[in-house]
């Protein structure tokens, strides 16, 4: 009996590991031809600064609209492009259409802000990003100081020595740097003095325990003095609340990203904002 049920319980998993790997494989198929036929668009989400509430900042958010799937998060095909090398292609796409809007709309007027583009390891790994980003902003004549690079703690810990070089170049360059998801890494804070950073983004996952106990509250705040002694600009990702608020600006948080601000919406609707 015990057998039995065992076998059961293994084909449904066998059948659910095929079918997810249909998927992926049949995504990864698809996302080849999409980047041709142009279903990849940017999502923009405003970042708000804390001391006068202003609008000063915004975060590039990848979408796809799939012709029969509708309109797919990152979540569920960025992995994928990773794992075939098509985030290359992608994040390219990504970088020059970023750049590209962000100067159209300097050129229509509107007061110039930083926009950030999210950086995958794998193009952090590539030969040449740093030729090929100065090439996008000298192509689309964006000046650096408005374009912000995202990375990720583990992008930086591969090779530490490799990623100062490049991060040294980019900075020099005159681009801003971010180390995203701050905290839910493993590396060693050894490395966020050694990395010539701008900004450091508090995790989505601590903002959620802010006020949940004291030790949420205590993590943030160290968090955000830890950035203000590196001296860096410190902003808090997901803020959901009112709550969670009033407490980062309590706690001396610079810039504020999250739902309760403003969610990530398409380039026509961001411009309402400026
Ligand atoms: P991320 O860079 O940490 O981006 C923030 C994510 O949190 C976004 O999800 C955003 O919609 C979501 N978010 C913002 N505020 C809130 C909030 O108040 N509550 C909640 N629950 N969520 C909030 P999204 O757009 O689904 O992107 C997920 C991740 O995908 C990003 O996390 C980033 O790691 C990656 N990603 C997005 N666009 C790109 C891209 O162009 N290139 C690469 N390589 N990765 C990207
Ligand atoms: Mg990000
Ligand atoms: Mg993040
Ligand atoms: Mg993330």
Redesign the pocket.
Known sequence: HVKAEGRNSYSFYTRDLNERLAERLSLQNEMRRALERQEFL??Y?PQYRLSDGQFCGM?????WQHPERGLL???SF?SIAEDSGL?LA??EW?LRSACAQNKFWQDMGYPPLRLA????AR?FRQKNLVEQISQILEETGLDPQWLVL?I?ESISMENVVASVEILQKLKNMGIHLAI??FGTGFSSLSYLSRFTLNTL?I??SFVSILDKSAGGHAIVLTIIQLAKNLGLNVLA????TRVQLDHLRSMGCDEV????LG??VPKEEIVSLF
């Open positions: 940017l999502y989400q975060e590039a958010l990848i979408r998060l990152p979540g960025i985030i992608l994040g990504v583009v999210n950086l995958s193009q995202e990720t995203d998801d983004k995790d989505r990702e997901g803020v959901e990203q999250g739902f309760l969610k990530p």
